[in-house]
């Protein structure tokens, strides 16, 4: 099932002053949000997400210290549900969808689960979807195959 680390993240004080630097180092910067930016380690294959730490917040509790992704195919994604479930292990509501399926962030061409380890460490399969990033909504899987006429 797991491909290898798809995805990391660090907690930073100045999210610009961080983008800088690590296109400085040669990283490719490949989103942005408000207050988090992804970079490319591999393109399409792994990246590195940056998150504005809210000075008010102890840094050593920071959830971007607490998830890491692993890379999948999209057929072991689809049945991940089942593949965990196998070894009593349930995936988790996220982004306010309830753990039916696989969701898709299309602006991210991504798909991907969420669940927990024993110590509630967040954990996700991921895996990057065969069309460009686009300004869609967050979705089910099934409904982003629809839309691509896809099965």
Known sequence: MIRGLYEAHLPVSHLQKSIEFYEGIGLKLA???????????VENNSWIGLWENDQSVNINYH???????????LEDLKNAKQWLKQRGIDLCEEFGFEPAEPIVMPDQSHAMVYFHDPDGNS?????????????????????????????
């Open 31 to 41: 989103i942005r949000y408000e207050r988090t930016a992804f970079f490319w380690i």
């Open 123 to 151: 954990l996700e399969f991921i895996c990057k979807l065969p069309s460009e990033p686009e300004n869609s909504p967050t979705m089910y899987l099934s409904e982003w195959e629809k839309l691509k006429g896809i099965n």
């Open 63 to 73: 959830p971007s210290l607490r998830h890491i992704a692993f890379k999948v195919n």
